[in-house]
């Protein structure tokens, strides 16, 4: 059995949802993400088993979405708050966008790693009218649907789950599960096998991001500010480091 009740947004909202199921399917990404890197080297530069993580992660988010209700609003799909995802989104991805521009720009090269790979990444091969800001707003939005709104959400439902003894209302077991989801989920993403073999070194970015994010989702519990972070940041990012490189 699920929760009893679900907490559904920010500490402010008081607002709930009926019971939710099989919230443990979340652990399947990670889990395929940790089996992925105790395979052999030569194995792990198999593109199709990179992105075998994220296949589980769409596959449960399917499953998850077929044993229970209300899923928009377990998801962070609220439409009223279209204007706060745009606001929270837009701020937070240009506050990003340039710590780590600077970061790539300034940082890396200082400490000897080089950036210029970079050029050969899938992402710059690709035309910059496909790239911006179309290619990119495609991946905001899988990928915060399956890390965030998913991954993260699930396992703060199971982790508030096992904290609380199926007592939601528990505050602090709510709290605490959802700092332990933030984190895993920042590792999970930053750890995903293709996110690593594509930016190497620098997939290390993804994890505060991945922080922030997280943390930015459960605060407001809008799917729209993610997307919005993520697109905005990674626009200004792939703009700043194409013109450096070029």
Same mark, same amino acid.
């Not at 080297?41 to 077929?66: D, I, K, N």
């Not at 962070?76 to 506050?95: D, F, P, S, Y």
């Not at 073999?197 to 729209?224: C, S």
């Given at each position: 059995m699920g929760l009893s009740k679900l907490w559904l947004g920010s500490a402010r909202s008081g607002a709930y949802l009926s019971e939710e199921h099989v919230a443990w399917l979340a652990l399947l990404s990670p889990l395929m993400t940790m089996v992925f890197y105790v395979l052999p080297a030569s194995v792990q530069t198999w593109t199709s088993l990179q992105f075998l993580?994220?296949?589980? +992660?769409?596959?449960?988010?399917?499953?998850?979405? @077929?044993?229970?209700?209300?899923?928009?609003?377990?998801?962070?799909? *609220?439409?009223?708050? *279209?204007?706060?995802?745009? @606001?929270?989104? +837009?701020?937070?991805?240009?506050?990003? +966008?340039?710590?780590?521009?600077?970061?790539?720009l300034l940082g890396t090269p200082r400490l000897g790693w080089d950036i210029e790979f970079l050029k050969e990444t899938p992402h710059a091969t #690709?035309?910059? =009218?496909?790239?911006?800001?179309? =290619?990119?707003? %495609?991946?905001?939005? %899988?990928?915060? $649907?399956?890390?965030?709104? =998913?991954?993260?959400?699930? #396992?703060? *439902? =199971? $982790?508030?789950e096992r904290l609380s003894h199926v007592h939601v209302e528990n505050r602090p077991a709510r709290r605490i599960g959802a700092i332990v989801a933030v984190g895993c989920s920042a590792l999970a993403f930053a750890f995903d096998p293709f996110l690593v073999a594509t930016f190497k070194h620098l997939h290390w970015i993804a994890l505060w991001d991945g922080l922030v994010w997280g943390? #930015?989702?459960? @605060?407001? @519990?809008?799917? $729209?500010?993610?997307?919005?972070?993520?697109?905005?940041?990674?626009?200004?990012?792939?703009?700043?480091?194409?013109?450096?490189?070029?």
């Amino acid at each position: 059995m699920g929760l009893s009740k679900l907490w559904l947004g920010s500490a402010r909202s008081g607002a709930y949802l009926s019971e939710e199921h099989v919230a443990w399917l979340a652990l399947l990404s990670p889990l395929m993400t940790m089996v992925f890197y105790v395979l052999p080297a030569s194995v792990q530069t198999w593109t199709s088993l990179q992105f075998l993580p994220q296949a589980f +992660g769409y596959l449960s988010l399917v499953v998850w979405m @077929r044993y229970n209700t209300h899923v928009g609003e377990r998801l962070g799909v *609220v439409a009223i708050h *279209v204007g706060q995802g745009i @606001r929270w989104g +837009g701020v937070t991805g240009i506050l990003l +966008g340039t710590l780590n521009t600077s970061v790539i720009l300034l940082g890396t090269p200082r400490l000897g790693w080089d950036i210029e790979f970079l050029k050969e990444t899938p992402h710059a091969t #690709l035309p910059m =009218f496909v790239m911006v800001p179309w =290619f990119i707003v %495609c991946i905001a939005v %899988c990928v915060e $649907l399956n890390y965030r709104a =998913f991954l993260l959400g699930r #396992l703060t *439902v =199971f $982790l508030t789950e096992r904290l609380s003894h199926v007592h939601v209302e528990n505050r602090p077991a709510r709290r605490i599960g959802a700092i332990v989801a933030v984190g895993c989920s920042a590792l999970a993403f930053a750890f995903d096998p293709f996110l690593v073999a594509t930016f190497k070194h620098l997939h290390w970015i993804a994890l505060w991001d991945g922080l922030v994010w997280g943390w #930015l989702w459960i @605060r407001l @519990r809008n799917l $729209l500010a993610v997307i919005v972070a993520h697109a905005v940041e990674v626009v200004i990012l792939y703009l700043m480091v194409r013109a450096a490189l070029s």
